[in-house]
């Protein structure tokens, strides 16, 4: 009988273990405004592995090669101002990113959209914005 709870608890703890692994899997990731597209995927890391935070991988790509704008990642980490990550013009970018806050343990919040700069006379394409949060 004792064996048989050992046997229980232990196959309990195991399958509760792939569950957690199951939720903290990749999802995939799209955005798209004119001009500009992100492609890839996202996961929160776990609060034992540091940086803490939202890792983002994938392509930024520049879908209108000849209009003369750049593209980017607009990202704001809670609790701080938004941040760029900028791509190239004309062609796409590799981004392999960990969104984090430094002063806490565990990132709770991450808003992220993909944009094309288009100057500073007009206003620029952005995607709809994107809230990444956690527990």
Not at 27 to 38: E, H, I, K, N, Q
Not at 39 to 59: E, M, N
Not at 60 to 78: A, F, M, P, Q, T
Request: proline content about 4%.
């Amino acid at each position: 009988m004792r064996k048989f709870a050992t046997a229980v608890v232990a196959a309990g703890l195991f399958f509760g273990g792939m569950g957690v692994a199951v939720a903290d899997s990749a999802r995939d990731l799209t955005m798209t405004a004119p001009g500009v597209s992100f492609k890839g995927t996202y996961q929160w890391q776990p609060t034992t592995k540091i940086p803490s935070g939202l890792h983002v991988r994938g392509r930024l790509l520049d879908e209108k090669k000849n209009d003369g704008h750049n593209v980017y990642l607009r990202v704001k980490v809670e609790g701080y101002a938004w941040g760029r990550l900028k791509g190239a013009q004309g062609k796409s970018v590799t981004v392999n990113e960990v969104f984090y806050d430094g002063a806490v343990l565990k990132t709770k919040e991450v808003r992220m959209h993909a944009c094309v700069d288009r100057g500073s006379l007009r206003p620029d394409f952005c995607s709809p914005e994107r809230l990444f949060s956690r527990n």
